[in-house]
Nanobody, 119 residues
Framework: VPLQASGGGLVQPGGSPRLACAASTFALDYYAIGWFRQAPGKEREGISCITGRDVIYYADSVKGRFTISRDNRKKAVYLQMNSLKPEDPAVYYC??????????????WGHGTQVTVSS
């Protein structure tokens, strides 16, 4: 499993979880790493991505609420989620990408992390 997502769980409405993506077998420095989510009955949605040069992409659905960042020394990419909405619950995956933007599909990914919103 090249990438492992963590940090999900049960979150209150309006909560602010931070997801982490860890690489176990390679350095992240030269890769674009992004997040996509999959909710039951919905299509996979790419939501954010950061390139090796820190060029960042956000989908409109999360722009202004989510923040992506990376720490190459820790081989990690983070997704800070704020102001969660009812449409945000899903399984979140991190993946490698050839580039960041709405037209790039994910490459390799591992296990996702479930984000559930409940009061």
């Amino acid at each position: 499993v090249p990438l492992q997502a963590s940090g999900g769980g049960l979150v209150q409405p309006g909560g602010s979880p931070r997801l982490a993506c860890a690489a176990s077998t390679f350095a992240l420095d030269y890769y674009a790493i992004g997040w996509f989510r999959q909710a039951p009955g919905k299509e996979r949605e790419g939501i954010s991505c950061i390139t090796g040069r820190d060029v960042i992409y956000y989908a409109d659905s999360v722009k202004g609420r989510f923040t992506i960042s990376r720490d190459n020394r820790k081989k990690a990419v983070y997704l800070q989620m704020n102001s969660l909405k009812p449409e945000d619950p899903a399984v979140y995956y991190c993946a490698t990408y050839q580039g960041c933007g709405s037209g790039f599909p994910p490459g390799a990914w591992g296990h996702g992390t479930q984000v559930t919103v409940s009061s």
